[in-house]
């Protein structure tokens, strides 16, 4: 059985080749230049292009990438599932659809679920751990896909960003906003709903909204010390790692990953952002 991710899963290059899961790279473009995403170039080129004041830009995978990546699935034989970036985030999970759906046409037999995940970053990446980890103890296709999509029905993502005039360039708050938050050291908390990044509260100051998105963990999270945990940063390592002790410190759960924010994602949300990612329901693995 073969697993397909993509890279606004924020896995490393690393994972995939040492997990033998298959890798679809999304765009980045800077300076009219194309870079296959996680391949071609990381996150940290992409953070370091946005501090210098370029402003880099995405798109979802190559239609012509997916098609071939399709037919070679069928010519194998091998059922396969893909677990895809949020459909509300990219239309990477579309045309992924569309091209399956064209190879089956000439490959009836082709056994091929898709999944939108309805998440982002290292949120979506624990679906995809956890899709390995099936794999690895045995479970068919149909079993990793239930229990995947229940999964990324119960993920939570809270976050926030160091600045919201990156936002703003992406639409996802007003300029006016953000200009009055640069002011006023005014901090976003953002959590995804049905798959949209959605504005909830706004905090003056990171310590404040670093403690509200701990009590949002309490308030929202079901047996935390027994979850894998992730957290994502945009370039800020020394903020993930305070983050991770202060959450340590209140749940102590089982694993606490942490993930540089992929170049996808940070091309919108811009260096020093801080995301959680934990479950709202937690059935133990026996």
């Known amino acids: 059985m073969r697993i397909f991710a993509d890279s606004g899963s924020d896995l490393p290059k690393s994972f995939f080749d040492e997990n033998d899961v298959t890798l679809i790279p999304l765009s980045v473009l800077i300076d009219q230049n194309e870079y296959a995403d996680v391949i071609e170039i990381d996150s940290k080129e992409v953070f370091d292009a946005i501090r210098s004041g370029k402003q880099p830009k995405t798109s979802q995978a190559s239609p012509e990438k997916l098609l071939s990546t399709w037919k070679e699935l069928a010519k194998s034989g091998e059922d396969g599932i893909y677990i895809a970036f949020s459909s509300e985030l990219s239309g990477t999970y579309n045309t992924a659809v569309m091209m399956r759906d064209q190879v089956k046409e000439g490959n009836p037999s082709m056994n091929m679920i898709i999944i939108d995940s309805r998440c982002a970053s290292a949120g979506y990446g624990l679906l995809v751990k956890e899709a390995v980890r099936l794999r690895d103890a045995g479970e068919d296709v149909r079993s990793i896909e239930r229990k995947i999509r229940d999964m990324a029905a119960h993920m939570e993502h809270l976050f926030t960003v ?20 640069g002011l006023l050291n005014i901090k976003p908390l953002l959590h995804v709903e049905s798959g949209k990044l959605v504005p909830i509260e706004k905090h003056r100051g990171r310590k404040k909204v670093f403690r509200r998105m701990l009590d949002l963990m309490e308030e929202r999270g079901v047996n935390l010390s027994e979850q894998h945990i992730a957290i994502s940063h945009g370039d800020d390592m020394e903020t993930a790692l305070e983050v991770k002790a202060l ?32 479950l709202n329901k937690f059935n133990a693995q026996v």
């Open 162 to 181: 160091e600045d919201l005039d990156y936002l703003a360039k992406g639409g996802r708050v007003s300029k006016t906003s953000a200009f009055i938050g």
């Open 247 to 278: 959450i340590e410190e209140r749940f102590n759960p089982k694993k606490i990953d942490i993930h540089m924010i992929g170049s996808v994602i940070g091309s919108h949300a811009g260096p020093g952002t801080i995301a959680i990612f934990f």
